[in-house]
């Protein structure tokens, strides 16, 4: 991406890696697979995985903040008291290409669309 980003994101310096699954449109879900959180916002985030992912795919994505630091939290805080650390949420694929710095791996952005329950993903 540019120097000149019009995304307000915060990009992480730590190695976070995160589980998703794809939900498909009878409400089952394939996975779970692993993401690289590249940089997040208020409205998503964005990672790589081995994963191509088609537009509009939903996704159940569990990530925890546990080691970013104090870089912004007060976004955090919006999904409730005590979810700073923790963050369950149904997402959608508003983008997936190849990554060009990564080969066999995809970039993917997504726009988050409402909370879910933080153990769906790993009781799924």
Known sequence: ?????????????????????????????????HGLLLDY?????????????????????????????KDGEEWRSAWGAGEEERLAVIGSVMWC?????????FEVGTRFIEKAAADTLTAA
Not at 43 to 66: D, M, P, S, Y
Not at 97 to 105: F, P
């Open 41 to 69: 916002s208020f409205a998503g985030i964005r990672f790589v995985t081995a994963e191509q992912l088609g537009k509009n795919t939903a996704l159940h994505i569990e990530l925890e903040f546990a080691g970013l630091g």
């Open 97 to 105: 290409q190849e990554a060009a710095d990564r080969t066999g791996q």
């Open 1 to 33: 991406m540019s120097g000149n980003e019009r995304r307000s994101s915060r990009r992480t310096k730590k190695q976070v890696v995160f589980q998703f699954a794809a939900i498909g449109e009878d409400g089952r879900r394939a996975g779970p697979a």
